[in-house]
């Protein structure tokens, strides 16, 4: 199967509204620029991203968030964002925050097929206590919490489980 295509507009020409997109990067190295831009002239919205940040202001992924594309992220780390800290702070952004190598893992299993795994990171935490504010309404008020997640012990030590992520696109 060829998968090759003749520009970054062919690539993202049939990413629908409301899709699931997983994108690559650390901080602005490795984002795939071309195709975030080509996304964002395609004109797809109500997204949701998995992406170890949101971009910043104006870079990456937060070309998406300027233009209100997004609704939706799974990242490890947003401080270095300002209109994502404005749209989540007012009720047009939802956020799962995961820690960075659960993100990884999350990814990796989603792509093997494994639908869940326990891992000790986040245990004794919010990450697994839940409790962390998701989604604000319009006036500032949480309106959504994570939710606890299962723990189970293994040879005495505690495990939270965390469950796999898939994206319709990558």
């Known amino acids: 199967?060829?998968?090759?295509?003749?520009?970054?507009?062919?690539?993202?020409?049939?990413?629908?509204?409301?899709?699931?997109l997983a994108v690559g990067g650390f901080g602005l190295c490795g984002v795939p620029i071309a195709l975030i831009?080509?996304?964002?002239?395609?004109?797809?919205?109500?997204?949701?991203?998995?992406?170890?940040?949101?971009?910043?202001?104006?870079?990456?992924?937060?070309?998406l968030l300027y233009a209100?594309?997004?609704?939706?992220?799974?990242s490890s780390f947003v401080g270095g964002n300002k209109e994502l800290a404005?749209?989540?702070?007012?009720?047009?952004?939802?956020?799962?925050?995961?820690?960075?190598?659960?993100?990884?893992?999350?990814?990796?299993?989603?792509?093997?097929?494994?639908p869940a795994f326990y891992t000790p990171t986040g245990v004794?935490?919010?990450?697994?206590?839940?409790?962390?504010?998701?989604r604000y309404t319009p006036e500032g008020a949480v309106a959504q919490v994570s939710k606890p997640k299962e723990l189970r012990e293994f040879d005495g030590r505690q495990y939270v489980l965390e469950t796999a992520l898939t994206a319709d696109f990558g």
Do not use: H
């Open 37 to 63: 831009g080509a996304l964002l002239e395609q004109g797809a919205s109500r997204l949701t991203t998995i992406s170890n940040n949101c971009g910043v202001d104006d870079q990456a992924l937060g070309v």
């Open 68 to 74: 209100g594309r997004i609704t939706r992220t799974i």
């Open 1 to 20: 199967m060829d998968k090759v295509v003749e520009s970054p507009a062919a690539a993202v020409a049939d990413v629908p509204d409301g899709a699931v």
């Open 124 to 134: 004794g935490t919010l990450v697994a206590d839940g409790g962390i504010p998701v």
């Open 86 to 114: 404005r749209l989540y702070l007012s009720g047009q952004l939802e956020v799962e925050l995961t820690p960075q190598g659960t993100l990884a893992e999350r990814l990796r299993a989603g792509g093997a097929g494994i």
